[in-house]
């Protein structure tokens, strides 16, 4: 096979040859002037319409389907295509039949070579011993005795030729030659255009895909870092609310030993009297019996503080029933008595009286009002102790709605910082304690309720008042 | 000794006080309760030999502040402090109150039965 060839690779022979000019090539004027066959459009029309079929089968082939026509039907001995590369520096062999069909895939230059010459002149060109000129034609072998080449045009535009050689000085191209050849010119020009757009259209149909898979697998990640991120927000905000019941606990952890030590401190007492009135040489069996049951009833006693700080620490679901709205603060400020008393915190209960109950979960409610409660302890951290007062006040707002208020006498809440106090992650120097606004507010309005905050407190600190429904009439 | 000596219990926690003071009257000594330092003060005027009185009660007087309130009587009692509560630096507020003893609940008898050695001087 012949390399492509580059003009600058052209060395001429000896340097002192120089190339034989076009015009010793060319006959093209022969072709008008020998002998023709009479058309036979038999042959061309049977030509064609197996090119139409065999282009129907497949598309890809039909440059070689029609070197092997050409060469078919001009009795060449060899017959090609030769198309210009896309930069239009050179012609390569799209296809080839006959004896040069070892050459497929070379080429010639597109300023020095045949091919050049007629896409120069637009026009059929007929050449004899081309090597004459071309020298690097003489390693095409066999060598051509003569050469026909036609242009074929895409858009009007010559995009190469079409041609037939004959190895044999007996075979000379005439008229119907050209004729026919051009026929195949103009078959070869719709079919190079058809492939031509089949391959664009096969190009660009990978070049969506490629683009679509890549986005499907753009979105495919976004999606999986979309689950993971909310994954992590979901833990995230679980951890947010584990540690901030858990340094409520934490907090409360003496309030809990101080609580339970009570009923253990009257327990080991009275079971060591009790031991005491038995050891006597008379034994005291009824005194014995009576601390006994005493003994059974502060038992009792330390195993609902425990319970009760369990509720306090519960996750389960929530469980409805009839509450009065007195009862979760008695509650609440049972757990929280110990803090209470050593933070010295006085607390002032102003309970409206009659109030309807509300509807909702006991354990939920009190950890919301404990942690309020708490935050209002925190809030007066700074204030003296004998300053620090806590005022829980409930009120009937309509048939419909009781309203909690829990104010403090501290410094009040930034008002900058209200529109957002109860927003989830929010946080500010002095919050650390409680379970964190958002939940609270979360809670209550699990309820149907609303929580609001402002610096309206009688006692010059804030307020924060909670709006429960009552029941509702069915 | 001759005279039973009357010991003064001070603790708004109800069954502790009581079995407190039961276990005080098993031990031999005589025993009076009070739910509240006002209580105690308003009804006692010396007539006891020992004071026990809890720290912590809630919304009044704590045990701290009459344990001082004793010691600066002219003829001061005795006083043993009890506490439920596990802070730092309560031992020396105790003893700074002029208490002899501070108890932890819950505690047994053998610690009850040596403070109010110390606090009755036997």
Redesign the interface.
């Known amino acids: 096979m012949i390399e492509p060839v580059n003009l600058e690779d052209i060395v001429p022979l000896g340097a002192a040859t120089p190339a034989a000019p076009l015009e010793s090539i060319l006959c093209t004027e022969a072709l008008r002037d020998r002998p023709s066959r009479p058309p036979d459009y038999e042959k061309e029309n049977a030509a064609l319409k197996a090119l139409v079929i065999s282009f129907g089968d497949s598309p890809q082939t039909i440059l070689q389907a029609l070197a092997d026509k050409v060469l078919e039907i001009l009795d060449a001995g060899s017959a090609g295509l030769s198309l210009l590369t896309r930069d239009n520096k050179r012609f390569y062999w799209a296809a080839i039949a006959g004896a040069w069909q070892p050459h497929r895939g070379g080429g010639t230059p597109r300023d020095f070579g045949p091919c050049g010459d007629v896409l120069d002149r637009n026009i059929p060109m007929l050449f004899t011993h081309w090597e004459r000129r071309y020298p690097y034609l003489s390693s095409a072998m066999p060598l051509a005795e003569e050469g026909l080449l036609v242009p074929f045009f895409v858009n009007g535009k010559s995009v190469g030729t079409i041609w037939a050689i004959s190895h044999r000085d007996h075979r000379k191209f005439d008229a119907e030659d050209q004729r026919l050849l051009e026929s195949m010119g103009r078959f070869a020009s719709a079919a190079y255009q058809t492939v031509e757009a089949i391959d664009d259209l096969k190009s660009e149909i990978a070049t969506r895909e490629k683009a679509q898979a890549e986005l499907r697998e753009l979105t495919d990640n976004l999606e999986a870092e979309v689950q993971v991120r909310t994954r992590e927000l979901e833990q995230r905000n679980g951890q947010l609310a584990d540690a901030a019941r858990l340094s409520s606990l934490g907090v409360l952890t003496?309030s809990i030993?101080?609580?339970v030590?009570?009923?253990?401190?009257?327990?080991?007492?009275?079971a060591?009297?009790s031991l005491?009135?038995l050891a006597r040489d008379e034994p005291d069996i009824g005194r014995a019996r009576t601390?006994t049951d005493?003994v059974i009833?502060?038992a009792r006693?330390a195993s609902e503080i425990i319970e009760r700080t369990r509720d306090m620490a519960s996750q389960r679901a929530p469980e409805q029933e009839l509450l009065s709205i007195d009862d979760v603060i008695y509650e609440s400020l049972s757990f929280l008595?110990?803090e209470?008393?050593?933070k010295e915190v006085?607390v002032s209960l102003q309970l409206a009286d009659e109030l309807p109950q509300i509807v909702g979960d006991r354990i939920q409610l009190a950890q919301v009002v404990v942690n309020l409660v708490l935050n209002a302890v925190q809030a007066m951290a700074q204030v003296a102790p004998a300053d620090r007062c806590i005022a829980i006040r409930t009120l009937l707002l309509d048939p419909e709605t009781v309203c909690c208020t829990i104010e403090d006498s501290g410094p009040g809440i930034d008002p900058e910082h209200l529109p957002r106090l109860f927003d989830r992650f929010f946080t500010t120097k002095d919050t650390g304690m409680g379970m964190g606004l958002a939940i609270c507010q979360s809670i209550v309005e699990a309820h149907g309720g609303r929580v609001r905050a402002d610096n309206n407190s009688a006692l010059r600190g804030a307020r924060f008042s909670i709006d429960f429904l009552t029941r509702r009439a069915e | 000794m001759s005279k039973q000596s009357l010991i003064a219990v001070v603790d708004d926690?109800a069954?502790?006080r009581?079995?407190?003071a039961?276990?005080l009257r098993?031990?031999g000594y005589g025993a009076r309760e009070f739910a509240s330092a006002e209580e105690f003060i308003a009804d006692d005027e010396g007539a006891c030999d020992c004071v026990i009185t809890d720290i912590?009660m809630?919304?009044g007087m704590s045990g701290i502040e009459l344990g001082r309130l004793l010691a600066s009587r002219s003829t001061p009692v005795p006083v043993i402090m009890v506490t439920?509560?596990?802070?730092p630096g309560l031992e020396t507020k105790a003893a700074a109150s002029g208490s002899c003893c501070l108890l932890k609940?819950?505690?047994?008898?053998d610690a009850l039965i040596g403070c109010l050695q110390r606090a009755l001087g036997n």
């Open positions: 003496a030993a101080h609580e030590n009570q009923p253990l401190a009257a327990i080991v007492t009275n060591e009297s005491r009135w601390l005493r009833a502060d006693r008595r110990h209470l008393l050593l006085a | 926690d069954s502790f009581l079995a407190l039961e276990s098993s031990l912590h809630p919304g439920a509560v596990r802070e609940k819950p505690f047994k008898s």
